[in-house]
């Protein structure tokens, strides 16, 4: 039995890509003979081994031959001409996006004659363009470690890709990427393909699921300056390509197991059994003819099943005494006091009357105090089954452990057919994927269960036509379905308990949050959200003698959903410095919180359309000297919603649509608001040059350069968030709240009683609750658009070795963000405003400049900047001697004017909205350091105070430095002392006006901290992946394949960021880790 062993490591990175074509490759080359003469008229031939499909052209005037939109696979090339020997390679590996130079010297003599050629003479420089990327080809996909099978994953191998991650917040599987300083703050800046087609759900312009990795052939990543075919996001672009057909049976089995033996456990994490993981994941690819030479099918299957596991330590939960609302246990040693003294543990406290404010007899509530709706909640709440010991007084403490499983189960099919005749090669791919997800909302005890439920549909269908050997013409239709839901469960409400809360849409548990004691998670969920995507894109491929003309059009309609029920459950906190009866444990036994959030649910559905044409000019101006010219303009229209559920903000103006809602707020029909609320842009006109130069004229050294324009998009999420406001819905949090059994009795909050439910109807228009928080889309907004430009030198060293040195630059104009422009302005007595003369963390309402019953006010602008200045160092070494290398270095900047990620959405936060410039500084994306095997991923922070030190309504502000944070930090220090004290905590101070920690001088309360966003840097992060696989021949070319693929091989901890809240008990410390602990996965595959 035949064995071998292959180790593969991390070590594989960056190589150069070439012209845009989003499921093919394309040949290029000059034929000449021996003296270097050109040979016009050469007949070059290109045929996939696979397949035998064959596609020839002649070579021009110049001896310049060029193949284009050739399928991906290996080929034989061969090249004949009158009175020369024929050339012949065998072995040309056509990558996906690749442009393989093939340059023949044609030696005269009998054209019986055939000269081979090794395919290790090909250059692996880039000579004919100016864009950056790397394909990450069926080798890498098939070997690399992918612990969850999740192919995104390797996206990081290339340079210029600073972070990627899969999220799911909306009930469905969300891709996000970020490339070379490109932000997304909900609109994204990233295309993703799949097969041709857009593989994007567009809610928030993230990426859909992809399949299985057996079923995939190679993906290809452009990250800057990417030619005029591509369009609509702004940063750079994803293109995944399944695998086809051929003329052999091929395909695989395969199973991959993880169990809960298999990981190590979390750093940081609680003594005891590690959470039990057990996961799953099996399928099988199938591909072969149908029709020898003609057509081809290729199907998959994969699935999913996965149980995982979450551990919960410890949160204090009521005693069955406290249940009853005996207190006793937690009385001080001195006895019950005369008068209600100030609570300052959660263990040690005094209970009084939520009336009178005196001490209750015994520290007992009286049965009549008792909230019947809590009494019937409790009964959901866990008793405690551990004790501890409060280190401040030495009393026990009565605690719930647990463990709470998650269950994950998806299933995928995928099949493909291509068809060869004539001139046309058309080819069809359908993928289907389902999943259901259950976990815990979150919380630390067991409370709820959050299901999230999806499904992704692709339909792709192309036709490739080659009607003279110079043109050839690529048409896509493509539809793309990401639909998820999130559902609760139970479906039971406050109201089954016995309460007056009037919940619309469907049932669901409350939240609660008892301070100092335990939260009883809820999610936001709804049962639909997702896209539905129709496309429709043709390109003209032309080589007229230099130059090769690719022009053509696309357009496509998106229709999204977001059927969201929001905090329609309530949410309920319990607060000590608030509390009626002097503690929050017995003021939730009471059943008096200190404030309620409740929303009425929203559907949104959002309609927009996108079009572009484009044109593309590939100048060979010398056989060494290469321009690329391009031009696209690009026109998308406001997203429109067919109940015209928008709103913008213009101060001074009355609605006369919904005239009860306060001046300034406008919404569809008033006067200048149109429907979508902004006019259609139509000057997205962006030209794009670059330009390839071999100085030598030997295909081993490449100076490269371009710079371009790319516009962005805007996203439904960012268009329909202004549903989830008044006058839409209401999403109000309510400060005077009578009882949990009697949520509407306080006048106070609801001086017309309860508004729930709610229903937007302009001709029957509600009061405005106020303070109204309300969000807008400024009707000057403006796309975002990216300046990119960059400039390299390729030289190949050896036949085998390449290295690249480049400079890359991203500029972003018009960034969204929706800061509060009805931001409280500070008050004094020499400057009041509206009236008030101090300032204080309850008084900020007054303070806003815009008054009439309005608080915060989102209005979502296009202001904001970015950039991004990077060198990026790659080196590639050819498969050679069953060895290959691929590795980059990056060193870069990046800067922004504010919090623009996924995770700050598009409201985003910042100190003070009132000064803007002063949030400018390091990005949340900003790694100055990265390596494909020792990345020192420095993530960047802000130190907070925790407070609301500017009286504004916010607890974002920042803290004030008052000393070097650096005194005391010694370089190479151990990781205890880094965990214990990542920075010097004294070096920083707040000032709230009543108290401060600031030295004199420094203060006074109101004023913002000084200092600066994401000034300080995190540890480095570090990790090792592996794969080792045994292959045994079983028949023929039938093998079994037995692998074992590891993350973080040597279980390295990477510390995580130090806590930044400087009310926090452990500020300056290090409480978590980054990435995951060592996971080791089992697999085996039969492959034939």
């Given amino acids: 039995m035949k064995m071998f062993g292959r180790l593969l490591l991390l070590f594989l990175l960056v190589a150069g890509i070439a012209q845009a074509q989003l499921t093919t490759a394309t040949i290029v080359g000059n034929i000449q003979d021996t003296s270097g003469a050109v040979i016009p008229g050469a007949q070059v031939t290109a045929i996939n081994q696979e397949t035998q499909f064959t596609r020839q052209v ?8 060029r193949l284009d939109f050739l399928p991906v696979g290996t080929y034989s090339l061969k090249v004949e001409a009158a009175g020369f020997q024929s050339k012949q390679q065998q072995g040309v590996v056509l990558t996906l996006n690749a442009e393989v130079h093939f340059d023949a010297s044609l030696n005269i003599g009998e054209a019986t004659q055939t000269v081979d050629v090794s395919s290790n003479e090909l250059p692996l420089v880039e000579t004919s363009n100016a864009t950056l990327g790397r394909t990450v080809t069926n080798q890498e996909v098939d070997n690399l470690p992918i612990v969850n099978r999740n192919v995104y994953d390797l996206l990081t191998l290339t340079p210029g890709v600073q972070a990627s991650s899969n999220v799911n ?54 990250t800057n300056n990417y030619n005029a075919l591509y369009g609509r996001m702004s940063s750079g672009l994803v293109n995944v390509v399944t695998k086809s057909g051929t003329n052999k049976i091929h395909g695989s089995i395969f199973e991959f197991h993880r169990e809960t033996n298999f990981a190590a456990a979390p750093a940081f994490s609680a003594p005891g059994p590690k959470a039990p993981l057990h996961r799953n994941q099996f399928g099988a690819t199938l591909g072969g003819p149908i029709w020898k030479d003609k057509t081809f099918f290729f199907g998959s299957y994969a699935g999913l099943r ?31 006091p005369t008068a209600c003294p100030t609570n300052s543990s959660s263990v040690v406290f005094v209970v009084c009357d939520p009336v009178t404010r005196t001490p209750r007899p015994g520290n007992k509530l009286a049965s009549s105090q008792l909230d019947p709706t809590v009494q019937r909640l409790l009964a959901r709440i866990p008793l405690p089954n551990a004790t501890g010991i409060d280190t401040a007084s030495g009393r026990t403490t009565y605690r719930w452990q647990g463990i709470i499983p998650s269950t994950l189960n998806t299933d995928e099919f995928l099949i493909k057919v291509d068809h060869q005749i004539g001139t046309h090669r058309v080819q069809g791919m359908y993928f289907n994927t389902a999943g259901n997800q259950q976990q815990s909302p979150g919380g630390n005890i067991d409370w709820s269960r959050q299901n999230f439920v999806y499904r992704q549909q692709n339909g ?14 690529q048409i896509w239709l493509n539809y793309t379905r990401m639909i998820g839901g999130r559902i609760n469960t139970p479906q039971v409400s406050l109201a089954d308990f016995g309460s007056s809360f009037g919940i619309q849409g469907a049932s669901m548990l409350p939240q609660l949050t008892v301070s100092g004691y335990f939260t009883a998670a809820q999610a936001i969920s709804g049962p639909v959200t997702g896209t539905n995507f129709y496309s429709l894109r043709d390109v003209v491929s032309i080589t007229r003698g230099k130059h090769t003309f690719s022009f053509g059009a696309e357009t496509s309609l998106n229709k999204d959903l977001q059927y969201t029920y929001l905090n329609n459950y309530g949410v309920f906190a319990f607060q000590r410095a608030t509390a009626r009866t002097n503690a929050e444990i017995s003021d939730f036994i009471a059943g008096l919180p200190a404030t309620m959030n ?5 559907q949104a559905a959002d309609n927009s359309w996108f079009s572009g044409i484009f044109a593309q000019d590939d100048y060979r101006i010398f056989r060494n000297l290469t321009l690329n010219l391009g031009l696209r303009w690009d026109v998308q229209t406001s997203p429109t919603d067919p109940k015209d559920r928008q709103s913008t903000f213009i101060a001074g103006q009355k609605s006369t649509i919904y005239p009860t809602a306060p001046t300034g707020l406008l919404v569809v029909g008033d006067k200048g608001v149109d429907r979508g609320i902004v006019a259609t842009r139509w000057h997205h006109v962006s030209p794009r040059v670059g330009f390839a130069w071999d100085p030598f004229g030997n295909g081993r050294t490449a100076v490269r350069g371009a710079f371009g324009l790319f516009f962005g998009s805007v996203s439904g999420n960012e268009w329909n968030g202004v549903s989830n406001f008044q006058p839409f819905a209401v999403r109000n949090r309510y400060s005077f709240i009578k009882s949990m059994t009697d949520i509407y009795g306080d006048a106070r909050s609801f001086p017309n009683g309860n508004p729930y439910p709610y229903v937007y109807d302009p001709k029957n228009p509600r009061p405005f609750i106020s303070p109204a928080q309300v969000q807008g889309i400024d009707l000057d907004y403006q796309w975002p658009y990216v300046y990119q430009t960059n400039f390299s030198v390729q030289q190949q060293v050896t036949n085998s070795i390449a290295v690249s040195v480049s400079y890359v630059g991203s500029f972003s104009h018009d960034v969204p963000f929706a800061p509060d422009i009805n931001y409280p302005i500070y008050a004094t007595a020499t400057s009041p405003v509206n009236g008030v003369t101090t300032s204080t963390t309850s008084n900020y309402d007054s303070r806003r400049p815009i008054q009439g019953g309005l608080g915060i006010i989102n209005l979502i602008q296009s202001k904001q900047r970015a950039n991004y200045h990077g060198l990026q160092i790659t080196g590639e070494k050819r498969l050679s001697h069953q060895f290959s290398v691929k590795a980059f270095y990056t060193w870069s900047k990046t800067l922004s004017s504010a919090s623009v990620n996924n995770s700050g959405a598009v409201i985003g936060t910042a100190q003070d909205f009132n000064r803007m410039q002063d949030e400018y500084g390091s990005s949340d994306t900003d790694l ?75 203060g006074p309360g109101g004023l913002d901290g000084t200092t600066r966003r994401n000034n300080y840097f995190g540890p480095g992060n570090r990790v090792i992946n ?26 390295l901890v990477n510390l995580g960021n130090p806590t ?29």
């Fill in 598 to 602: 409740q929303d009425s649910p929203v």
């Fill in 306 to 336: 996965q149980i995982t596991s979450s551990t919960y330590n410890g949160a204090l939960v009521p005693t069955a005494a406290q249940r009853a609302g005996d207190f006793s246990a937690n009385l001080p040693a001195s006895g019950t």
């Fill in 58 to 65: 002649t070579s021009g005037a110049d001896g310049a031959y």
């Fill in 1026 to 1051: 592996a794969a080792i696989f045994r292959d045994f021949g079983v028949y023929e070319a039938v093998k079994f394949q037995l692998r074992a693929e590891v993350n973080n091989v040597f279980n």
């Fill in 169 to 222: 917040t909306l009930g469905y599987p969300q891709q996000v990427v970020y490339m070379n300083g490109g932000t997304d703050n909900f609109v994204g800046s990233v295309s993703y393909y799949l097969d041709g087609g857009l593989n994007m759900t567009f809610i928030r312009n993230t990426g859909n699921v992809l399949p299985n990795p057996d079923a995939l052939r190679e993906f290809n990543v452009q």
């Fill in 1060 to 1088: 930044t809240s400087l009310n926090s008990g452990n500020f300056g410390k290090i409480t978590g880790a980054y990435g995951v602990p060592r996971q080791i996965q089992i697999g085996g595959r039969i492959l034939f």
């Fill in 460 to 473: 792709n269908l192309s036709d490739t036509w080659t009607p003279s050997a110079n043109v050839v013409n």
């Fill in 928 to 1002: 100055r350091h990265q390596a494909n095997i020792s990345a020192i991923w420095k993530t960047p922070f802000s130190v907070t105070t925790g407070v609301d030190n500017n009286f504004d309504g916010y607890t974002s502000d920042r803290a004030n430095l008052s000393g070097n944070a650096d005194v005391g930090i010694i370089r190479g220090r151990s990781r205890a002392d880094k965990i214990n004290s990542y920075f010097n905590p004294p070096a920083f101070c707040s000032y709230t006006g009543s108290t401060a920690t600031c030295p004199a001088g420094v």
